[in-house]
Structures are given as C-alpha cells and as structure tokens.
C-alpha cells in the first residue's frame, strides 16, 4: 500500500510538469552554452562572402564549405606568421601560470590546513577577504609596481600577478581539509620530513583538485586580454586574444580567417579539458562537500 503511494507520488501531474520545465530550462542554458562555439565552427569553414551573406546561422551546407581558412591561416604568410607567433605566447604564459600558481596555492592551502596554529583561521579570512576586492581597484596599483619592477612588455609582468589566487587557495583548502589528518600522524611518526609528506605523501592525493583547478586557471589565462593588454606593448610579446584583437580594423576585415583562428585558438583548452575530464569531475564534486 506505502509502495502504491510513493509511486503515485513520483508520477504525480506537478512532479512531472516540474521535471518537464527543468529539462526544459536546462536544455536552453546548454544550447545558449553550446551555440556560440558551433555557429563559429560552422562559420570557420566558410568563405567571406558566404559569412556576410548567411552570418552565424547554424546550417551544414558541404557545398560552401571551404577549407582556404584554415589553409590561409597555415599558409606561411605574413598573418600566418603572427598568428603562431601569438599562439607560442600565450602557450608559454599559461603553461608557467598555471605550473607556478598551482604549486604556490597548493603549499598555502597545506600550510593553512595540515598545521595548526593560532592565526590559521584569521589568516584564510585575509585570503578569502581578497576574493571581494574587484580587479578594476586592484589594477593600477599593480600597474604601477609592475613598472617599479622593470616588467612592462615582458611575460614575467603578466604572470607575477595572478600566481596567488584566492578562489585556488580556497578550493586546495577545501580539498586537503577532507583527508585523513591520520595520515600525516603516521608519516611523522615514521620520520618523514614535512617537504616528503606534502610533496609525496599529499600532493598525489590531491591530483583531482590539481586538474580542477589547472583547467579553469589555464582557461583564465589563455583568454585573459584586459592585464595582459596593459603589460606587453610590443607586438612580438602579444598573445593570442591581443594579437587577434589588432587583426580588426575599420577599414575592412577578414573575418572568416578571424573566426577560423579563434576557433583554432580554442583547442588547448579543450584537449586538456578531455584528457583530464575524470579528474576535473572528481575534483570538483570532492571539493564541494569536503571541509
């Protein structure tokens, strides 16, 4: 009979309006998500004239389709030759970003959990206070040390900036809290030193935070153009979204190589996105229930 009413309950008229406007409204966020990559995928194969006269509309047409983009963006032209030249930019500023402030955030989060002392919890307020402050009211302030230091136009003056991220030191935080302190305990009693136990003992422990935190800080990175825009002046130290931003001009674009190599601009973040989708999940799920 309790059987007959909780099933009666799962298929009642408003649970299954309710399912049906939740798949619905989750349906429209995922193609507002999805649209703008596959309209600019679909447009990358185009011909200029083809762009202008359809835009962005999302039809596969094989008889206008066109491979002279791509072929144009690798062609060893002039434009082909900045392209990559950006392209090895912002390759070399994110691979050290993301390198330099995973390892930075990673020890702060450990040394602001696997130890305990009295201003453990007053200083993760500061780092967390920071999340608060806007980059805009940050951003002359760092502009003006960046030019004490003798680091404009150069790759270390846009990434010493961003090496310490709150958001980062919060989430490896949340992360480490939900390891067992016992081991830690174990590895001292048997002598290890701290250096072993963090960097041998916990750091592999804590891979799925590692990749969560890697993509999402090499996404950031990768499409940043507001400090780095600020800092590199020359067009040689330009990355990507500067160097294809300089590329639109009033006098006449070639939009259908622009939409072909930002779409070609997109594919480090995706390969790294698949080949660490497990860990990303894993991270991200672990991190929001433990601490």
């Known amino acids: 009979m309790e059987n007959t009413k909780v099933r009666n309950l799962s298929h009642s008229p408003r649970r299954i309006i309710g399912s049906i406007f939740g798949t619905g409204f989750f349906a429209a966020l995922c193609a507002i998500i999805v649209f703008p990559v596959l309209a600019g995928l679909l447009a990358s194969f185009r011909p200029g004239t083809e762009l202008i006269r359809r835009g962005l509309a999302l039809d596969f047409n094989p008889k206008t389709m066109t491979l002279a983009n791509y072929a144009y963006l690798f062609g060893g032209n002039a434009d082909s030759k900045k392209y990559f030249m950006w392209y090895r930019n912002s390759l070399v500023i994110t691979i050290v970003s993301v390198v330099v402030t995973l390892l930075i955030c990673y020890f702060v989060a450990y040394g602001l959990t696997m130890y305990d002392y009295k201003l453990k919890n007053f200083l993760f307020t500061l780092v967390l206070a920071t999340m608060m402050v806007p980059f805009e009211i940050l951003m002359l302030p760092m502009y003006k040390e960046i030019i004490k230091l003798g680091l404009i136009d150069t790759y270390t003056g846009v990434i010493i900036t961003g090496v310490v991220n709150a958001s980062t030191v919060f989430f490896f935080r949340q992360y480490l809290s939900g390891l067992p302190k016992e081991l830690l305990s174990a590895a001292r009693i048997d002598g290890a030193n701290e250096y072993y136990i963090s960097v041998k003992i916990i750091l592999p422990l804590a891979k799925p935070a590692f990749a969560s935190m890697g993509i999402l800080s090499a996404m950031g990175t990768w499409n940043a153009i507001l400090w780095p825009l600020l800092v590199l002046k020359g067009a040689e130290k330009f990355?990507?979204?500067?160097?294809?931003?300089?590329?639109?001009?009033?006098?006449?674009?070639?939009?259908?190589?622009?939409?072909?190599?930002?779409?070609?601009?997109?594919?480090?973040?995706?390969?790294?996105?698949?080949l660490f989708q497990k860990y990303i999940i894993d991270g991200m799920t672990a991190g929001a229930v433990k601490g």
């Open 239 to 274: 990355t990507l979204p500067i160097g294809l931003n300089t590329l639109l001009t009033p006098y006449g674009n070639n939009y259908d190589v622009l939409i072909a190599g930002s779409m070609f601009g997109i594919l480090p973040i995706f390969i790294i996105f698949l």
